[in-house]
């Protein structure tokens, strides 16, 4: 069984910087997506970054409005299988619960993840 823990979360003034952090258990794949999502109030949730494995090779993509702040990046020790998510020079619209994913299958997935229970990141000006 899969189980994604988030935490991390907190309130910062604009110009901050956070880091989240997913604890994955029951999660062993050699080839693998997981991933940081927000959902803002009002707002559909969305894509922030992904983290891939395929084989040997990892990749990340990153959602534009985060392009160049957000950091994704995943614990070299897979038994540790722990994602994390370095986010700096925040935004008030950076504002949103944030949840950690992993994919049930091979490839990144908008929809089909396991889901953490989310962790609350708010951003003042």
């Known amino acids: 069984q899969v189980h994604l823990v988030e935490s991390g979360g907190g309130s910062v003034q604009t110009g901050g910087s956070l880091r989240l952090t997913c604890l994955a258990s029951g999660y062993t794949y050699s080839s693998y997506c997981m991933g940081w999502f927000r959902q803002a109030p009002g707002k559909e949730r969305e894509v922030v970054a992904f983290f891939g494995v395929v084989g040997v090779t990892s990749y990340t993509t990153y959602a534009d409005a985060v392009k160049g702040r957000f950091t994704i990046s995943k614990d070299k020790d897979n038994a540790k299988n722990t994602l994390y998510l370095h986010m700096s020079n925040l935004k008030p619209e950076d504002t949103a619960m944030y949840y950690c994913?992993?994919?049930?299958?091979?490839?990144?997935?908008?929809?089909?993840?396991?889901w953490g229970q989310g962790t609350q990141v708010t951003v003042s000006s």
């Open positions: 994913a992993a994919s049930r299958g091979n490839r990144c997935s908008l929809t089909d993840n396991y």
